[in-house]
């Protein structure tokens, strides 16, 4: 005798449940409860172990004096800036592969835009160190073969006056309080993020041939195609892009660590506030001042996710 149409229903729905619950005790485990336990020990003055200490929101009121983590905001809100731009090559990358006419050539495409991805991200960081290197660095190498140092000198002595580009001195990109910035700006060039890439393809994958036919019809030429079809309808995934880029780039400082040092490179022009709670945390071994910073960045976090959300909205 087979089951009732909705006992079957409640069945299926039971078996969810069964699978789900426990996914979700993991995910507060793993997830939630180190998120916990760090707005718990930012009201302690904490140095690790047993020992701590009550202080209540004393942790905050001197994260609000403290002009390094304030400065680390401003620095950090720069590179959001920054690659708000790398973002630009990626979706580029993204229409030329989707306006090839053949199928073979856009899988070899992609194919060879997810290699890199096998690459260790430690590996590439430090090939970049190297690039970076004053004396056997390839950038400084490429700046004098080309000349363009030459005029990098010209353009600081008559023109900008940085007081970074000297005619006998090769630039020091990671010693030199003026050229960090430049340095982090540089890094990742070409710029083209494979997951960003895939994103948008995704994206324009999902346009009708018809809307091509019909601008072509209309005397519409690429960069027209480019403005009024193609980017209008992949500004979804330009807006997940955007949010997770600003949420990585806040939290990040991997990048920061490996090629300036806990403390931020010369005069701390690389400090970041995630690295800025690393060095409170690990070097200093302030943790629970470390966690109120913590705390400050997930407030910031939230409330441009928040804003991103209310106020950049895609039309259907």
Not at 5 to 17: P, V
Not at 88 to 96: D, E, G, K, T
Not at 282 to 292: R, S, V, W
Request: with cysteine; hydrophobic share 55%; net charge positive.
């Amino acid at each position: 005798m087979s089951l009732p149409l909705s006992r079957k229903k409640a069945l299926r729905e039971w078996r969810l449940y069964f699978f789900i619950v426990p996914s979700l005790v993991l995910v507060a485990t793993f997830a939630y409860f180190p998120a916990l336990s760090a707005a718990y020990h930012s009201l302690f003055d904490w140095s690790g172990g047993d020992g701590r200490q009550w202080v209540g929101l004393d942790n905050f009121r001197r994260a609000w004096h403290d002009q390094v983590l304030w400065d680390s905001f401003r620095t950090v809100s720069v590179l959001i800036a920054f690659n708000l731009f790398k973002m630009i090559p990626s979706i580029l990358m993204a229409v030329l592969i989707h306006r090839l006419t053949s199928d073979r050539w856009q899988y070899i495409y992609r194919a060879l835009l997810v290699v890199p991805m096998i690459v260790p991200g430690l590996v590439t960081l430090f090939i970049w160190k190297f690039f970076f290197d004053p004396n056997l660095g390839v950038l400084n190498r490429v700046l004098d073969f080309t000349g363009l140092k030459h005029g990098l000198v010209w353009l600081d002595q008559h023109v900008f006056h940085w007081n970074v580009f000297f005619a006998n001195v090769p630039p020091g990109w990671l010693s030199q309080p003026g050229l960090v910035l430049p340095s982090l700006f540089l890094w990742g060039f070409p710029w083209l993020g494979t997951v960003g890439v895939l994103i948008y393809l995704a994206g324009l994958q999902s346009i009708s041939t018809e809307v091509y036919e019909a601008a072509e019809l209309d005397g519409v030429g690429p960069i027209g195609k480019f403005f009024y079809i193609e980017l209008p309808l992949i500004l979804t995934q330009v807006r997940i892009n955007l949010i997770l880029l600003v949420i990585a780039t806040l939290q990040g400082y991997g990048l920061q660590l490996l090629l300036l040092g806990e403390s931020g490179g010369p005069g701390g022009r690389g400090m970041v506030p995630g690295l800025w709670m690393y060095n409170r945390a690990f070097i200093a071994g302030e943790f629970g001042y470390a966690c109120a910073v913590g705390m400050i960045l997930f407030a910031f976090i939230l409330i441009l996710t928040l804003v991103n959300h209310r106020f950049l909205r895609v039309e259907k």
